[in-house]
């Protein structure tokens, strides 16, 4: 794409109203635009990386057998009162419509998915199930002060599996977790698999996936040889103590964020509707659920709090918005280098407009594309400037060994 | 995919509560399911159809310059007083928090877009522009019977464009045009652009994309010659009545879905929220703005209206779930053409459950994949039975040249 064409620009300042790091880069460097706390536009920079991350989270939640569908954002109360949540959750947002009807906004999808899935499953053959959608989710928040990591909207994968038995809910979690453990290794990140709270519906314990940031809202204890980590407000552990699975490690104390979660539903949505499959001995029985999240805009939020030095983004190349950022200086034209990339499926964002050296160079800083190629008089014909994000120094090349290098 | 891990499946019969053959079609063969009234949750099959035809309308506002972006759904109650939408749209869901804030719910995003465009407008340097994106929109409808024709929550593409002078508007509404007559043509469909009166907002004449179909809601007159079409509700001509554009033609009535709107924003929008850019002689000036809008979900339903027969659904190659529908008889073993036609890039639905040779038909002719491709040990080895779905009889091929056939 041209940069002469895109209709966002950087801003020099981060707007006074933005708190996080992750919303003042974002919203300086063109990703997003900020309707109201914990509602964002999503630039053509921003859907880039936003699409980006969906992808990785598609293709991994294929892997694993899961179907992807998608369900309505807007519900009848009578399902949520079936569950209880109508009156239980106070994140629920509630509408009345003019005819008087009440609806409710998606926040999580049991409620429409189990008596969808289970209308196809007639017996134990059918199963196990697993689905999953990607589709924006509303809370009534208290405070949206993160940025993109805590949204009153917000994007998520949520999957739903349907089990005969509790082993095979086990089996499916562990297969799911190295999905996970994929999915954030993709995008950069390390995470940990915590245990928590099982939240308004069960005594079980869940599970979240959470990565170390400053900018987290949770503290999390881990072992420091082991991968034992525990969300500290149910942790019976303490910081120092040694680690109570493996007995060797210290245990430390981080804050995190979290970035996909796990809940173990057991029987109590089939339960609730009324949903069956007539199992071996003919017998009509109720399935276990599991329900498996990925915030897919807080992870990009998280990224930036993760990937950013005092001039901007450092986008992780999987999720990054293009992958060159090609600039051309003092009058020089790159269009013959931005037509070979392109032709060499490489996606670039073409700076062709008339600025000055130091305006480019800050705002691909900013930006923070992982490659950066200049061409100008200064450089010389048939040469190019190229450096990374994460280099200080970049280096002269010939423009086609520039295009080898960037193809690998 | 293998038709065996297909959580969907065919229904015998049509949902009581459908009226339009749309709903009752993509319900049985499943492609949806109905949540409530006008809400439907896209199964495998039918989030593919969907998914299609978004990806058909992306390219085509991409290739008039159209920048993607993705604005929230839910909106403060803020910019809707502002453009006195809040007290006049009738069809605006109103949401309340538990903190009594209110807000509403997308239904269009004039009031989202024009000041986050004209935020990077400064000077008519900046124009034109035009930004759209594809999300899910809302309307509080009193009846919604029409199964996707009418959604209380519905896909939709709007774009918004923005501009100096309503000369500028004209000639990218006929730009758009062209590429709207592009997505209609790829998805099977014939549209005919139609004059209809402009709304709550304007004095001005609009444009509708009407396809004609007996499921439609409007009626309208249109030449038998030339392409002038007109909205029955604001023609001042009649039936049977001369054309009064080329005045060769006679008019005949004919009943339309629409599948497309264009209107004319003026500066109304700009005006409300006092957004300006600077003109050449230095000048604040409101621009001129236009939007566009394509009912994504609405014209899937469409589609089915216009291609189907007795047996079910047939898709158009363009927008079907899949181009091959592959049905292994008695015991056959399709697996190494499956893979063939995968490897060929070719989307296939691999039908590898234990049923008979009628019901496997039966479900292929109600889910209407373009393509048939049947193995059985009656056909014989190394042969197929190839048939389309708009054709009658089968043809006995070598596997080798069916695949030539379908690769084509």
Not at 168 to 174: H, M
Not at 341 to 362: C, H, N, P, T, W
């Given at each position: 794409?041209?940069?002469s064409q895109l209709f966002s620009k950087t801003e020099r300042n981060a707007p006074k109203d933005e708190a996080t790091i992750n919303a003042q880069l974002l919203a300086r460097a063109g990703f997003v635009s900020k309707l109201m706390a914990g509602a964002y536009s999503y630039l053509p920079l921003g859907l880039r990386v936003l699409n980006n991350i969906e992808n990785?989270?598609?293709?991994e939640m294929n892997a694993v057998g899961g179907q992807e569908i998608l369900m309505p954002i807007i519900h009848p109360k009578s399902i949520w009162a079936?569950?209880?949540?109508?009156?239980?959750?106070?994140?629920?947002?509630?509408?009345?419509?003019?005819?008087?009807?009440?609806?409710?906004?998606?926040?999580?999808?049991?409620?429409?998915?189990?008596?969808?899935v289970m209308k196809y499953v007639n017996t134990y053959k059918d199963l196990p199930r697993a689905v999953y959608q990607i589709n924006w989710k509303f809370r009534d928040e208290l405070r949206s002060k993160s940025g993109l990591l805590r949204g009153v909207e917000f994007l998520m994968k949520d999957m739903y599996s349907f089990h005969e038995t509790q082993a095979?809910?086990?089996?499916?979690?562990?297969e799911v977790?190295?999905?996970?453990?994929?999915?954030?290794?993709?995008?950069?990140?390390?995470?940990?698999?915590?245990?928590?709270?099982?939240?308004?519906?069960?005594?079980?314990v869940s599970y979240e996936f959470m990565v170390l940031t400053d900018a987290g809202e949770d503290d999390i204890l881990y072992c420091d040889v082991c991968d034992f980590c525990v969300n500290a407000e149910i942790a019976k552990e303490k910081?120092?103590?040694?680690?109570?699975r493996c007995g060797k490690g210290t245990l430390a104390k981080a804050r995190a964020s979290e970035v996909g979660n796990v809940f173990d539903?057991?029987?109590?949505?089939?339960?609730?509707?009324?949903v069956t499959y007539t199992d071996k001995e003919g017998k009509k029985q109720h399935p276990i659920m599991g329900c498996f999240g990925i915030g897919i805009s807080r992870a990009m939020g998280v990224v930036v709090e993760k990937f950013h030095d005092e001039k901007g983004i450092i986008w992780p190349e999987a999720v990054a918005p293009f992958r060159v950022h090609l600039l051309a200086l003092g009058g020089a034209d790159g269009a013959h280098i931005y037509d070979s990339?392109?032709?060499?499926?490489?996606?670039?964002?073409?700076?062709?407009?008339?600025?000055?050296?130091?305006?480019?160079?800050?705002e691909a800083d900013l930006i923070g594309i992982p490659w950066r190629i200049v061409v100008s008089p200064k450089v010389g014909d048939g040469k190019v400037e190229v450096k990374r994000r994460t280099e200080k120094e970049p280096r002269i090349m010939d423009v086609k060994e520039a295009l080898e290098l960037i193809k690998k």
């Open positions: 794409m041209r940069q990785i989270v598609r293709e079936t569950t209880g949540g109508w009156d239980k959750i106070d994140v629920l947002f509630k509408i009345k419509s003019r005819t008087e009807k009440e609806y409710a906004l998606g926040q999580s999808e049991e409620e429409v998915v189990t008596p969808l095979d809910f086990e089996r499916f979690y562990a977790k190295k999905a996970y453990f994929r999915v954030y290794e993709r995008m950069g990140l390390v995470a940990k698999a915590t245990e928590a709270s099982g939240g308004a519906f069960t005594q079980k910081e120092g103590g040694q680690c109570t539903l057991g029987q109590k949505f089939a339960k609730d509707f009324d990339l392109q032709k060499a499926g490489v996606q670039v964002l073409y700076d062709d407009r008339e600025m000055s050296a130091g305006e480019k160079f800050a």
